[in-house]
């Protein structure tokens, strides 16, 4: 029986100039499989012209110019928001393949990318489903940064004072947070930025939020737990009249006065796993969960 003809999308980190060799095996296996593989210009100009690789490309694309059955993230967690911000809300199942450090949602290395192929054509793996998080600004989608995977963070600009903001959930008055900073977090991103800020970790899957201050100007303010069915609008008042939203990273600047508004967007991010790969496991291998140092 011959195979089926898959389609890719490759995305991939422009930065990392000495993964040429991993690079070229993804890209070898991808041909030796016989995938119509399309690939992001920045990308493509980056392996052409800064690797000086053979691409065996179909096409080349701009933006979310592409119809595939599969997109490859090439490089580390955040190549993987960028690639799940570009592939929004069509349900494309999103294959992680780390070429960095940690790797959290990019867990699948190089050396690995054959058999994971192979279980791709023979359909033997699984797809999470991640929820995502939309924002908007006075209810208009801020341009380019309107859906996070991660979470959507409000921070100060000046480097000489907090913001003051003020959050309601569902229309009820929760708190005003006194902080450099206001995390609202997914499941998927309890591991990244709000973690650091002492927020929970929480188990991809559950239906929840978590909102965590940075900084806060209170030894009362606790990381706070909530449904993703909630709404949430922020007022931020700042010295400097202005404050940062920053989704996935990615960061625009807002006047003081601007009401965000947050809710759980109507679509999720498929992410690919290997069949038998746990969460659990993953914790413990590469955020060291639960480790005991001592002999």
């Known amino acids: 029986m011959s195979q089926p003809k898959l389609k890719f999308a490759l995305f991939g980190n422009v930065y990392q100039v000495k993964k040429s060799a991993s690079i070229q095996k993804v890209l070898s296996m991808l041909s030796e499989f016989g995938a119509e593989l399309s690939i992001d210009q920045e990308y493509y100009e980056f392996l052409k012209e800064g690797q000086h690789l053979d691409v065996p490309a179909a096409k080349v694309f701009t933006g979310t110019n592409f119809e595939v059955d599969f997109a490859i993230s090439m490089g580390g967690d955040g190549t993987f928001l960028q690639t799940a911000a570009k592939v929004g809300d069509r349900n494309i199942p999103i294959l992680g393949v780390n070429m960095g ?15 994971c192929l192979r279980a791709l054509y023979d359909d ?25 995977l991660n979470d959507v963070a409000i921070l100060k600009r000046d480097t000489a004072s907090m913001i003051s903001i003020r959050a309601s959930i569902d229309g009820v008055y929760l708190t005003t ?36 201050a940075v900084a806060p100007h209170s030894l009362n303010i606790r990381p706070i737990v909530i449904p993703d069915t909630a709404v949430i609008t922020l007022d931020v008042e700042s010295r400097s009249h202005s404050f940062l939203v920053a989704v996935d990273g990615r960061s625009v600047k807002c006047s003081e006065g601007t009401r965000l508004t947050l809710r759980r967007a109507p679509y999720h991010i498929s992410v690919v796993k290997r069949s038998g790969k746990q969460y659990f496991s993953t914790l413990r291998e590469k955020m060291m969960w639960g480790a005991d140092g001592r002999s």
């Open 124 to 148: 033997n793996y699984a797809v999470e489903n991640r929820r995502v998080i939309l924002v908007s600004a006075e209810g208009e989608a801020q341009e380019g940064v309107s859906s996070a």
């Open 177 to 212: 947070y006194q902080a450099d900073g206001l995390i609202i977090s997914t499941p998927t991103g309890s591991t990244a930025y709000s973690l650091s800020n002492g927020g929970p970790i929480i188990v991809p899957g559950t239906g929840v939020l978590v909102m965590t």
């Open 101 to 115: 450090r940690l790797g959290f949602l990019a867990d699948i290395v190089p050396d690995e990318i054959e058999n």
